[in-house]
């Protein structure tokens, strides 16, 4: 017998023996001698522990923290080498001095002119206020990064937002009077919508209000639960199995919010330290949430480059034996208006024999038979394992959709935290939501006039001038690439032709990708689309963009 196993052997003894019973409860004993017993596998663990430990005292935490619009390229299968990380902040809790120096050399970069383009076409902004405005914009990237003993520094650091008001230029969070579709109602003024997702006009429905009062007269206004206890009712399960007869899938689960689908479902299924997500850069931030929760548990992120099915190969041709991977990608991507090229994809998860996600947000109710989205578009809705979306666009409500295989979704019914303790989607919102679904089955015109009208749009910009990127769809950004000007040509829109656009800027979006993202719906008439054009063209000359 070894010396190991005479000593456990006299330890079960000790422990066993009737002195130490009546010294100690029999639960210490127990943990007594299965610690003496575990003793090997303690140790190992602790090893592994002091190493991570050590691992993070030397290179930082270990799970990668990349935002999508700071990191554009970090770590991109397919993409051109990475730039060098950005510096982390100071031990004091303040950025960097190469961060002040950076911002510094990008504010001086810029040309800066009291004339908004050569046709000396007036004066968008003092000079002095633009450097300061765009060293404020260029240091909001490092705000994040600073830490010291109170974890309200950061905020009262930030001064951007303040300064663009100072300057009447901040263009977020402005609340609506009212909004009847192609048309809203700002600070009592009059404007045409073109910032909304409203594709097939459906919010003002009549069928769709009355469906949402109906809801509240038998329900009431919420059902103050989770689905997982008193938060179901007969609704969300009429919706999900309208939703996946619609697609065509075995089954479907409502969530309360879009945002929610991603998280609940990626975090759900990636587990792990064997469980990898595969990702395009360009996925909405939604999808980059639900990675880092799956982080937390161990899983793996890789991302590849923008809607490149050679790029996801080389990413899933590297993965372990024992590593299993979700591919996740939109279907629409949100700021390009681009759809994904879903056979190539399809391809290479097929080969390497992993699984698929795709958000279908933005596609629902604007491509694909019937307005079923990417994978109907392109004929693979059987070669797609799940599909999710949200009811905040085309379903004209709040709230959000999956669909896919029953076990699979019953299990991220039962696993998914942020599902399992979220309150349920309001009655008033699942029965807006359903009523959408059933008129755009009844109205099949919508989705033609809202091709019409986002066709005619595209042509029309490119005919001027403007840069549109590979848009195909309702959202059709116009590429500006410069945070300044951005955001002073949305103000110009807006103050001097009543037209509302979203201004898309750093770090919301990568460095020189900044746009006006422009969208349209079914019930935009031509009047308000030539007026927009109109007010495009004289914008984009006054700022030197046609």
């Not at 914009?137 to 303040?162: H, P, Q």
Request: hydrophobic share 45%; charged share 25%; with cysteine.
């Amino acid at each position: 017998m070894s010396m190991k196993d005479r000593l456990v052997d006299q330890a079960k003894k000790l422990a066993s023996s009737s002195t130490v019973v009546r010294v100690v409860s029999n639960d210490r004993v127990m943990r007594l001698a299965t610690g003496v017993m575990d003793a090997k596998n303690r140790l190992r663990a602790a090893r592994e522990r002091a190493a991570e430990a050590w691992d993070i005292l030397l290179n930082g935490h270990a799970l990668p923290n990349i935002d999508p619009a700071l990191d554009d390229e970090a770590g991109v299968h397919g993409a051109a080498p990475a730039r060098a990380a950005a510096p982390r902040a100071a031990a004091n809790g303040g950025a960097l001095s190469t961060v002040e120096e950076a911002t510094t050399d990008r504010a001086a970069a810029r040309p800066r002119t009291n004339g908004a383009a050569a046709n000396g076409a007036g004066t968008y902004v003092a000079a002095a206020a633009e450097q300061q405005l765009a060293t404020q914009m260029a240091a909001r990237t490092s705000l994040s990064r600073i830490g010291g003993r109170d974890v309200f520094e950061k905020a009262f650091k930030f001064m951007t937002a303040d300064n663009a008001r100072a300057m009447g230029v901040y263009p977020f969070f402005r609340p609506l009077d009212f909004n009847n579709g192609p048309e809203a109602q700002l600070e009592g003024r009059s404007v045409i919508m073109l910032g909304s997702n409203n594709y097939l006009g459906l919010t003002t429905h009549p069928k769709v209000r009355e469906a949402a009062r109906s809801a509240i007269d038998k329900y009431g206004t919420s059902m103050t639960g989770s689905r997982l206890v008193n938060g179901s009712m007969r609704l969300h399960n009429e919706l999900e199995e309208k939703l996946a007869a619609y697609h065509g899938k075995e089954a479907g689960l409502v969530f309360t919010t879009g945002y929610q689908v991603n998280i609940a479902t990626i975090s759900a299924l990636l587990s792990n330290k064997r469980s990898v997500a595969i990702i395009d850069k360009d996925d909405h931030a939604s999808i980059y949430d639900g990675v880092r929760l799956a982080q937390a548990a161990g899983a793996r992120m890789v991302r590849y480059k923008h809607s490149d099915p050679a790029a996801l190969d080389s990413a899933l041709s590297e993965l372990a034996d024992t590593e299993g991977a979700l591919v996740i990608t939109d279907g629409v991507f949100s700021a390009q208006g681009e759809i994904a090229n879903l056979p190539g994809i399809v391809e290479v998860v097929k080969k390497h024999k992993a699984r698929l996600l795709v958000d279908d947000a933005h596609a629902l109710g604007v491509i694909g038979p019937g307005g079923r989205g990417t994978a109907a578009h392109f004929g693979l809705s059987k070669d797609v394992d799940l599909i999710g979306g949200t009811f905040s666009k085309s379903l004209a409500s709040i709230g959000g959709w999956l669909v896919g295989e029953r076990k699979v979704l019953d299990y991220i019914q039962h696993f998914a935290y942020s599902f399992l303790f979220a309150a349920s989607a309001a009655p008033p919102c699942v029965a807006a939501a359903m009523a959408a679904l059933e008129v755009m089955q009844e109205e099949p015109w919508r989705q033609e006039k809202l091709r019409e009208n986002f066709t005619y749009m595209r042509t029309e910009l490119q005919r001027l001038g403007f840069e549109l990127g590979k848009t195909e769809t309702a959202v059709i950004p116009i590429y500006i690439r410069d945070d300044l000007k951005t955001v002073m040509m949305w103000k110009s829109l807006l103050d001097d032709y009543a037209v509302y656009v979203n201004p898309f800027i750093t770090p919301g979006v990568p460095p020189k990708q900044q746009v006006l993202r422009t969208s349209y719906m079914a019930t935009h008439e031509r009047k308000h689309l030539d007026h927009a054009l109109e007010a495009f063209e004289k914008v984009g000359k006054k700022f030197g963009v046609i």
